[in-house]
């Protein structure tokens, strides 16, 4: 059976089932024990405030661009007049979510996966272990639940600002009205859209905590190994959010069907 263990197939089903177990860990540790609320806080500090400069200019250069790149467009079939809902539905439903995760997984991620895995391969968490305090709980859990928090936070920033950075574009370069910019966001949006720019960003924010503790918290190797786990952190959380972002939105645009 070792041939098949050490297939590239076997190696993923190994560690399928150890990030499960891991996956099963955590959420047992949450309804457990004491909750650390300090930790939390400067977690939610970390991750919420600390990426906020990041995610404001990665939204307002989205939605300049998006609304340059598609006014100029449109404006050859005098469209122009639905910029605001390009933009808007582009940036809540898709954009928004994803490259918001995909800035997070590349700072917050791959800093929760350092930060664990100097801690495994100096035998910090061992100690921590040694004085009766559960690692899961103080290090992993306030992690992700700190995610869970933010990242619909930040999510909800980007897309503001992605949105007011169109209308600065539409209304300055390609003499779109304020109101008709507004009125048209605001007839584009429909509650399912809103939903779903939510909900994107929980699971997003469940993936990029769980791979980047779990990864993290299985290091070995020394400097190098965390060198090459944080690196893996944020290759397959940035898989993983493309891949779920497509099977959530087939499956909302199931559920809510075509506008």
Do not use: W
Not at 18 to 33: D, E, M, P, T
């Amino acid at each position: 059976m070792k041939f098949l263990t050490d297939t590239p197939i076997g190696q993923f089903l190994i560690h399928l089932y150890k990030y499960a177990q891991f996956v099963g860990l955590s959420i047992r540790a949450f309804f457990s024990g004491r909750f650390y609320f300090k930790e939390t806080i400067e977690q939610l500090y970390q991750i919420g405030y600390r990426s906020l400069s990041i995610v404001t200019l990665t939204g307002v250069f989205t939605g300049m661009v998006m609304a340059f790149q598609t006014g100029m467009e449109m404006s050859r079939f005098g469209a122009k007049a639905y910029i605001g809902s390009v933009v808007a539905l582009s940036l809540v439903r898709e954009l928004g979510p994803v490259l918001t995760a995909l800035v997070v997984a590349g700072r917050v991620g791959a800093g929760i996966t350092a930060e664990l895995g100097s801690m495994r391969v100096t035998d910090q968490i061992d100690a921590m272990r040694a004085m009766a305090t559960d690692p899961y709980k103080k290090l992993v859990v306030t992690r992700i639940v700190s995610l869970l928090i933010m990242l619909p936070v930040l999510v909800a920033v980007a897309d503001f600002v992605g949105l007011l950075g169109g209308m600065l574009i539409a209304t300055t370069n390609l003499n779109v009205g304020y109101e008709l910019y507004k009125s048209t966001v605001l007839n584009a949006l429909l509650m399912s859209d809103l939903i779903s720019g939510l909900i994107k960003p929980v699971v997003f924010a469940f993936i990029i905590g769980t791979i980047g503790c779990y990864l993290g918290m299985n290091t070995s190797g020394g400097t190098k190994g965390v060198g090459s786990a944080t690196t893996m952190s944020v290759v397959i959380s940035s898989i993983f959010i493309f891949v779920l972002d497509f099977v959530m939105t087939k499956i909302f645009f199931l559920i809510s069907g075509p506008e």
